[in-house]
């Protein structure tokens, strides 16, 4: 067992999951499910004898991390030739040697290693196998499917009783996702690095064009910015309060309807606490504005050099190719189909935040989210005391209120990549740039731009993004996205080739980097930048230079 003190934690993988803190009771229900599937179910894959004791994850100031010596048993047992390219994020500066010192396995022939991988593949060969896409298509159809049965039986709970069984149910139906996702991701890792290793960055440019439900959402959210009158502050005001709209303001407002039936479970983030496009549809307002317009874009086409042999290349790799874009594109769709059931998650705790409010045990239905899932369901079994789960949420609002201050303050320090035990560990982050005014990161979208820096850290300042400025942020959710059809460029502190702001990059040909630690700092909002997706390097430049 490791000494709590000496354990090394790395945010990543869920620093760019959770840009902010994340509420006790979002935490409770969804990172639950993050350690079980994420983490120790694939630790029993492998046969690790403390699978279901090591320390697995953490909240330090509100903030999620995960134990590192989990990456090190995960990727051990890779060849270099085959480990993921994004393994470099789990690791102090990116050192993924980092991962021969894990404990287990001794060796890729350990024998205990070989037998529990053997026996768990072939025991869900759909799922765990390349065949996984077709076990996601399967179970989305019946996630949406169990997910009305849901929300029906919601509408119709007429006690607390209810309402948790609900709880439990979308908490399993998220389970069956995950396990299917986990492997998604495996092989969306394997086949982007056999693709990168045989092409370079040409490997971004095939995998990219796949539908994906990211790119419906926008494009609808695109259609809604073209209707006349606009849905603006006004209109929703007047949607709110029952006002009577006229013939055109009615149109207008029957199309919002249907964008929020569709895809009002959309949110900022996958802490329950926040709320959805249905909930609040004023968040959308900073999306729609210059939905689907880039301005005067001057990226620069990295595939305008294509060669005969980069053709005949990518016509003998069209097999992976296809594969890969596969893995794309789930990779891409599991935050939408996640968020449908976490949509109902959040509903049914809003009523037992309505009910408990009401009993006088918190202030305002809202204060539930300082609850942990386990004390709720101990107050309604009777195990919990009234008054104790009235100071356990006072107490923990309190705290979380102080954790939300220092982020606020203190951006570039509140959350360190690693943590040694509760000490910040330094990382990669470069505090001045090289002497060419220039700092180098992960390159997740291939191409140039130059434009001025938008320095965005919280999604409700998108509206500040003007077309042709290049967005510089900590990391972006799929829900932040709509604003890249007016972007030149990417510029994210977290994340790799595969975390969603890369994807969505892709698809819309902006030159990205990812992996400069501190750097919403660094850049001053307004300043000129150039970004070079290609190598990974963000300077400094004037609005003049040439690229």
Known sequence: MQNEHAILWTAGFL???????????GWSFVGALFERLALRDPLRVMGFPEAETIPATRLW????????????????????????????????????????????PRSVLQPRFLFSLAYHLLRDPVVTTPLNYLGWDRYTRYHDARLGQLSAR????????????VVEATHQLDAGLLHIHRWSLTYAD??????????????????SGAPNKTREVNEELA????????????????????????PAESRTADALARFLRRHGHRSFSLDLAQPTFRDDPTQLLVLLAGADTNGESQVVDTDSDATHASRFKEIVLKPLIALARKYAQLREDQRYYWQKSLAVTRRAFLILGTDLAARGIIEQRSDIFYALQAEIIR??????????????????????QTFAARDRNARATAYPFFLLGDAAVASERQTQPNAHDMWRGRGVSAGSARGRARVVQDPRDLGRVSAGEILVTPSTDPAWTPVFGRLRALVMERGGVLSHGAVIAREYRLPAVAGIAGITELIRDGEWIEVDGTVGTVRRTTKDQRL
């Not at 620093?15 to 009771?25: H, I, M, Q, W």
């Open 15 to 25: 620093n760019e999951r959770f840009t902010t803190v994340v509420s006790p009771l």
């Open 61 to 104: 100031n509100g903030h999620p991390y995960i134990n590192a010596r989990i990456f090190q048993i995960f990727y051990k047992p890779f060849p270099d030739l085959l480990l993921p390219t994004d393994a470099v994020r789990y690791f102090p500066g990116g050192d993924v040697g980092y991962r021969k010192r894990a404990p287990y």
């Open 154 to 165: 919601l509408d119709k709970a007429t006690d607390a009783f209810e309402v948790l069984a």
């Open 190 to 207: 394997l086949t982007y690095k056999v693709l990168f290793d045989l092409a370079g960055a040409r490997a971004q440019t095939w995998i």
């Open 223 to 246: 259609a809604l910015a073209h209707l006349h009158p606009p849905v603006d502050a006004r209109l929703l005001a007047r949607i709110a309060a029952g006002e009577m709209l006229d």
């Open 379 to 400: 107050y309604y079994q009777i195990e919990l005391e009234p008054a104790e789960l009235t100071r356990a949420v006072r107490e923990r609002k309190r705290e979380w």
